[in-house]
């Protein structure tokens, strides 16, 4: 079990406790959009990423637990000509290294950019071979107006599956070097017939990677659920999920690769919970069915959304945590098969992170 | 000397007094506030120089007009003001 709740939200980053009454405090940056936060379990900094509306991204390490925060070097693309030429928008997610990789740290961008930091962010440069791929040029914008990297799962193998809004799923075996482009088997609806199973324009909407079973790749797709059994180079669609396919976030069961869970909402431009109830859904069996939670949840004109990176499981895949657009944040002990409401108060949840603290 | 002076909605990220630097466009201008304070260049423009999309840039009472190549004029005795533009929620 975490030993605190970190939760990024609009309007700055929070510290939920989940013991006894539940009591909100603010970390840091309040008032100010926080679009990624990260504890590096190497060495248990805390990382979080901001989004200033004027200002623009801007990235902060604590060594403290939050006492104080110093502000670190951007990811930041090379000089170019045109009035097209990339920028940093924001960053979308932060993951750390591999085992050996203690320093190591990834960063997941709009608009479309990789970076790669060896020195626990003090540096940070672009990852070339992803970002010439020919093929890049197809990627477009999924909810925002340029493509992004949300989801980066680096295996203790040192496998990296990239996830891409909207330009498919990418796998490197070489710490990065090189890549090939997955995603065979993903199929995207809002796509022409004949570009529908493109896999360099599909949107996932969140990969997530059994740990103990680094094969076993989850994909909340904008067009339903799919698995994938080789590591993200092909995937299987699963169907006739209830009550929806359609949703943001998706957390695989560390150590069981057939456990996942999933918030279901109406597709696609709707995004609320079906008949405004608000519930979780787990397999247990790879996908063949699904078990509907509702216990500790609302049920009755609930309009909760949860984005991507808001849903998260424990080491021992028993605790949950997951975190509303509409600022409600509900923790689970048992697996997800009941739930708890901490707070309905935060501002918007971008993400919530389970904490370790010394 | 062209005097610089930030916006008070800066000052709660970073410490920014007024500076007094040289330079006759406010591209030099601001080349020369960065190179004084290395972490104020990402507030205010962007990867590729540009001025951000929400920061306006002012020489005394008038906003500049060259937003991307910043080549607006700015004399010795000149103000330059930073300002964020109105948006937010």
């Given at each position: 079990m975490a030993d605190a709740i970190y939760v990024a939200t609009r309007k700055g980053l929070f510290e939920v406790s989940y013991d006894g009454d539940p009591q909100t405090r603010p970390i840091a940056f309040l008032g100010d959009p926080v679009s990624a936060v990260l504890q590096n379990e190497h060495d248990g900094a805390i990382y979080a990423a901001l989004n200033l509306g004027h200002f623009g991204a801007k990235l902060h390490r604590s060594e403290d637990f939050g006492q104080t925060w110093q502000e670190l070097p951007l990811p930041s693309y090379p000089p170019s000509e045109g009035d097209d030429a990339a920028s940093l928008k924001f960053i979308w997610t932060l993951a750390r290294g591999g085992l050996e990789q203690p320093k190591r740290l990834w960063a997941g961008t709009l608009p479309g950019g990789l970076f790669r930091s060896d020195d626990r962010g003090e540096s940070w440069e672009l990852v070339e071979s992803l970002w010439n791929q020919?093929?890049?040029?197809e990627w477009f914008g999924g909810g925002y107006d340029e493509p992004g990297i949300h989801s980066i799962n680096v295996d203790d193998n040192g496998r990296i599956i990239v996830g891409i809004s909207c330009g498919g799923v990418w796998i490197s075996e070489d710490d990065g070097d090189s890549w090939t482009l997955g995603g065979k088997g993903l199929a995207a609806d809002y796509m022409p017939p004949d570009r529908?199973?493109?896999?360099?324009?599909?949107?996932?909407h969140r990969l997530a990677v059994c740990?103990?079973?680094?094969d076993t790749v989850w994909c909340q797709h904008h067009c339903g659920i799919f698995r994938s059994d080789d590591g993200g180079h092909t995937f299987t669609e699963i169907k006739e999920v209830a009550p929806s396919a359609f949703g943001f976030a998706v957390a695989a069961h560390p150590q069981d690769p057939k456990t996942a869970w999933f918030v279901p909402a109406v597709k696609?431009?709707?995004?609320?919970p079906v008949e405004g109830r608000f519930v979780v859904t787990r397999t247990r069996d790879g996908g063949t069915s699904f078990e509907i939670f509702s216990r500790?949840?609302?049920?009755?004109?609930a309009y909760d959304l949860v984005y991507r990176h808001a849903l998260e499981v424990g080491r021992a895949g028993k605790f949950l945590v997951m975190g509303s657009t509409t600022g409600a944040l509900w923790f689970s002990k048992d697996a997800g098969e009941s739930w708890r409401l901490l707070t309905g108060h935060l501002p918007p949840i971008a993400q919530v992170c389970l904490v370790g603290l010394p | 000397m062209p005097q610089v002076t930030f916006t008070a909605n800066l000052q709660r990220h970073l410490d920014v007094p007024s500076l007094e630097v040289d330079g006759t466009r406010v591209g030099d201008v601001l080349a020369q506030v960065f190179k004084r304070k290395p972490r104020l260049r990402s507030y205010i423009v962007d990867d590729q120089g540009r001025l951000r999309r929400h920061v306006n840039v002012f020489v005394n009472s008038q906003m500049i007009a060259d937003r991307e190549g910043l080549s607006d004029t700015v004399r010795p005795d000149d103000e330059v003001f930073v300002f964020q533009a109105l948006s937010g929620g």
């Open positions: 020919p093929s890049r040029s529908r199973d493109d896999p360099t324009i599909q949107d996932p740990q103990d079973a680094p696609d431009e709707c995004r609320v500790g949840l609302p049920q009755e004109n | -």
